[in-house]
């Protein structure tokens, strides 16, 4: 079946600096990826939306240029969160879609948990 | 607007009792998809079920079963003889190719004692 890698599962970084999470679609090709973060207790909430070769598109109130998106090809999308503070710990997960028919094939990773002390 | 209703924050049972999470869903579109995750400690999202929007016919497979009533817009999940490897997050979400996007309840959390 289709399966979508994302690492690292955990990381724990200094305020200030940045960290990217790769999220890679092993046996099939994404062509829209989507990022979500999860709080503690709380739902996923979609935070963009990325296809390949395009440039992403970002939900009402996510920072464009301190989660930069990256879908530079068909099994790969990053998401690089720049300059991290701690109110940016939290659990981040992917997820690869591998039709444009709707509902099918969405595929999530295993999700990273950031925690930036 | 479209939008996924879980009421029921959290669910605490014994084990071996059946426990049914309910999942209520706003959309205009007629064609639309009806997911349910579990999440695990661990973090990661299982899939249990999709549904679109023009089946209606209920599912069972093994202890858990899925009652779709389009009347109602409820999607709701019952875990028969629930065992604490049961115990986890379970999100009901809805996916609709008019926002190309899918949309999370706020979750259950489902807490099954020995």
């Known amino acids: 079946g289709a399966v979508v890698s994302q690492h690292p599962s955990w990381v724990i970084c200094k305020s200030g600096t940045s960290v990217k999470i790769e999220c890679r679609s092993l046996d099939f090709q994404a062509t829209t990826m989507f990022w979500y973060r999860q709080f503690p207790k709380q739902s996923l909430m979609l935070m963009a939306t990325?296809?390949?070769?395009?440039?992403?598109?970002?939900e009402q109130g996510v920072e464009k240029d301190k989660f930069l998106i990256n879908h530079a090809s068909l099994t790969l999308s990053t998401l690089t969160v720049t300059s991290a503070h701690p109110e940016d710990s939290s659990f981040y997960i992917c997820?690869?879609?591998?039709?444009?028919?709707?509902?099918?094939?969405?595929?999530f990773g295993s999700g990273t948990r950031l925690t930036v002390v | 607007a479209q939008k996924v209703t879980q009421a029921q924050t959290e669910i605490s049972v014994v084990e071996k009792e059946d426990v049914t999470l309910d999942c209520v869903y706003e959309t205009r579109d007629t064609t639309y998809y009806l997911f349910w995750y579990k999440q695990p400690p661990s973090g990661e999202l299982v899939f249990l079920i999709r549904?679109?929007?023009?089946?209606?016919q209920n599912e069972i497979s093994g202890r858990y079963s899925w009652n779709f009533q389009k009347s109602t817009s409820s999607f709701n999940f019952t875990i028969t003889a629930s065992q604490v490897v049961d115990s986890a997050v379970y999100f009901c979400?809805?996916?609709?190719?008019?926002?190309?996007?899918?949309?999370f309840g706020s979750g259950t959390r489902l807490l099954v004692r020995p």
């Open positions: 997820s690869a879609r591998m039709s444009a028919v709707g509902g099918y094939g969405y595929t």
């Open positions: 979400a809805l996916w609709l190719d008019s926002s190309y996007k899918l949309i």
């Open positions: 549904r679109n929007s023009f089946d209606e």
């Open positions: 990325s296809n390949e070769g395009s440039k992403a598109t970002y």
